[in-house]
């Protein structure tokens, strides 16, 4: 089963705006990460935030996380035709279980 | 560096037949995890090697297996194919000991497998 449930399932927006998109969990985590997927790229790296750590930032993503609501957000400010994705939340089920679970991801439509 | 390669990137079998994908990582990474991505289920965790050692393993039946040789390179192997076994296959490996959820993954592009 899936540990982290990606809301919304999609998201369309105009070139230049921002696209926010919320990650919400079920059991502690150690850590938790993003990932973005598309057809040119494959699956690839975002950021990987530690549970003892709030907010991240790298290049135009922010990454929040809220351990005592389970909860995480991704924010890609400025967004661009190249941010068309979708985009994973992962999660492992804390403790000394260090397996990754996905969620079900966001699409995100960048319009030009 | 060359990134997390996988061979073969396309397979057609049929059901009842078996199959074996292979996974090299990137230079220097000890760590390799295999996961299971289709439309119905998403990206499901199968298992991860380290140092040759299957250290983390996900909820899939005993028809998948893997093993990691001692250059790091990994395959995994499905038995007895399901038609419900078509999938695109995706391997990642990472620096790290601290497994995957430790460290970043390289992801490499995947084995897409069509069972008939």
């Known amino acids: 089963s899936q540990q982290g449930e990606e809301d919304p399932q999609a998201l369309s927006i105009q070139e230049g705006e921002n696209a926010t998109m919320n990650c919400s969990y079920k059991?502690?985590?150690?850590?938790l990460q993003w990932y973005r997927q598309n057809s040119g790229r494959g699956l690839v790296h975002l950021i990987l935030i530690r549970s003892n750590e709030r907010e991240k930032h790298s290049g135009r993503l922010r990454v929040t996380l809220d351990t005592s609501k389970k909860s995480s957000s991704l924010l890609i400010t400025a967004s661009r035709a190249a941010d068309t994705a979708s985009y994973f939340c992962?999660?492992?089920?804390?403790?000394?279980?260090?397996?990754?679970?996905f969620g079900a991801g966001t699409t995100v439509t960048v319009r030009a | 560096k060359a990134g997390v390669t996988q061979t073969p990137r396309y397979l057609i079998k049929t059901r009842g037949q078996q199959v074996t994908l292979s996974c090299s990582p990137i230079?220097?990474?000890?760590?390799v995890s295999w996961y299971q991505q289709t439309p119905g289920q998403g990206l499901q965790f199968l298992f991860e090697?380290?140092?040759?050692?299957?250290?983390n393993k996900g909820n899939f039946p005993g028809r998948f297996s893997g093993r990691q040789f001692s250059n790091s390179r990994s395959e995994m192997n499905v038995s007895t194919l399901e038609l419900g076994d078509s999938a695109l296959y995706l391997c990642?490996?990472?620096?790290?000991?601290?497994?995957?959820?430790?460290?970043?993954?390289?992801f490499g592009p995947g084995t897409r497998l069509t069972v008939l």
């Open positions: 090697y380290f140092s040759e050692t299957q250290r």
């Open positions: 990642a490996s990472s620096l790290e000991w601290g497994g995957p959820s430790n460290n970043e993954q390289f």
């Open positions: 059991t502690s985590i150690n850590n």
């Open positions: 230079s220097g990474h000890r760590s």
């Open positions: 992962a999660t492992d089920a804390g403790a000394n279980d260090y397996k990754l679970s």
